[in-house]
Each structure stands twice: as structure tokens, then as C-alpha cells.
T-cell receptor
């Protein structure tokens, strides 16, 4: 199984809502990532978890809160987002000692 | 710092034409190099990789050779198909640098029948 799954596929939320994005992989990878991708731009790294511990936070606003409950799951909790946070949110995974990252299909987020 | 520069698109080709997408990099060490492809409405898929100088990565008819002397990793395909229409991202990771991918800006390829 070489698949990273993400739910939901699409999400529309208001600026006062609280929602969560979910990511799951069953490849035995111990590093997981959240990226944000705006239209016609490359992905931007947000967070890295290595062995279920947050190892990199790329100065992301606190309205984004990551969580890694176990080695297969990665969540991104969203609260009080702004319209400029509308983007495609991508999850990826890899082995910490290897460099190939495998990406999920993404969640298309629209903040109204 | 580290950076990746790709040719700006869109690149528009007819089916069966030869494809080259240029990619050059700047890195403070010895990176591993990747090409990712993103089809419309989808996430990124790893297309090919090379981990050391003179390595050639290949997959699905695409090839790229790690050229240390020119700091390049150009993507080529001998005969493109309409189904190859997508955005292609060149990327690097520095060994022992926290698995942080540095992406180029992406190149949109459009293949016409």
C-alpha cells in the first residue's frame, strides 16, 4: 500500500468555525508533513512530525494546530481562519532516513 | 540558501513532440533531486529521483540526469502524450537537513492532440 489518504476532499468553512483535516498512511512511515499550496504555486511546508513529535514548525499562525495521535495519522485543526487561508492542503509521509515524500490528494479548503 | 529554478511555462507541445523542462539548483551541500508531477485537481506524485552526481532517474518514459558540474536536473521525454498534461515540479532535499523539500516554481505542460 503506497497511498496517503486525506479527508475531506473539499471543505468550506466560515471564519468562526472549527474544523479538522485528516491524513492517514499505512506505509510504516515515521515522518509526516503538512503543506499549503496556493493556486499556481509550489507547496509550502507548514509542519513536520518525526516519530510522532513535532520537529519543524515553519512559523505557521496559531490558528493552525497540528496533531499526530499515532504513527499512521496526522490531523490539522483549524480555528478562526482568514479568507487568505483558502488553499489546497497537502499531507505527505516518508521514512525519516529517506528523502522520498509521498503525497496525498489534498483537501481543497475555502474560507468564507 | 538553497533554491531551485525552473523554466517558466506554460510549455505547449503537440502530441509525440520531444519535451525538455529545464531545472537548475543552488545548494550548500550535496542534494538529492526529484521531479514531482501534479495532475489537475490532484496531489503531487513522485515521478523520478536521483541521489548523487551522474545518476539518471527514469519513469514512464521521463528521464533526468543529475549534473553536478552544471547544477542541473533537466526533465526529458522523447514523445509526449495528451495525458502528460500537468504541472511539473523540480525539487531538492539536502542530505541530513531535516527532510525539507525545496521546490521550484513549477512548469505547466500542455499537450495538444
Amino acid at each position: 500500500d503506497t497511498e496517503v489518504t486525506q479527508t475531506p476532499k473539499h471543505l468550506v468553512m466560515g471564519m468562526t468555525n472549527k474544523k479538522s483535516l485528516k491524513c492517514e498512511q499505512h506505509m510504516g512511515h515515521r515522518a509526516m508533513y503538512w503543506y499549503k499550496q496556493k493556486a499556481k504555486k509550489p507547496p509550502e511546508l507548514m509542519f513536520v512530525y518525526s516519530y510522532e513529535k513535532l520537529s519543524i514548525n515553519e512559523s505557521v499562525p496559531s490558528r493552525f494546530s497540528p496533531e499526530c495521535p499515532n504513527s499512521s495519522l496526522l490531523n490539522l485543526h483549524l480555528h478562526a481562519l482568514q479568507p487568505e487561508d483558502s488553499a489546497l492542503y497537502l499531507c505527505a509521509s516518508s521514512q525519516p532516513s529517506e528523502y522520498e515524500q509521498y503525497f496525498g490528494p489534498g483537501t481543497r479548503l475555502t474560507v468564507t | 540558501g538553497n533554491s531551485v529554478t525552473q523554466m517558466e511555462g506554460p510549455v505547449t507541445l503537440s502530441e509525440e513532440a520531444f519535451l525538455t523542462i529545464n531545472c537548475t539548483y543552488t545548494a550548500t551541500g550535496y542534494p538529492s533531486l526529484f521531479w514531482y508531477v501534479q495532475y489537475p485537481g490532484e496531489g503531487l506524485q513522485l515521478l523520478l529521483k536521483a541521489t548523487k552526481a551522474d545518476d539518471k532517474g527514469s519513469n514512464k518514459g521521463f528521464e533526468a540526469t543529475y549534473r553536478k558540474e552544471t547544477t542541473s536536473f533537466h526533465l526529458e521525454k522523447g514523445s509526449v502524450q495528451v495525458s502528460d498534461s500537468a504541472v511539473y515540479f523540480c525539487a531538492l532535499i539536502l542530505n541530513n537537513a531535516g527532510n525539507m523539500l525545496t521546490f521550484g516554481g513549477g512548469t505547466r505542460l500542455m499537450v495538444k492532440p
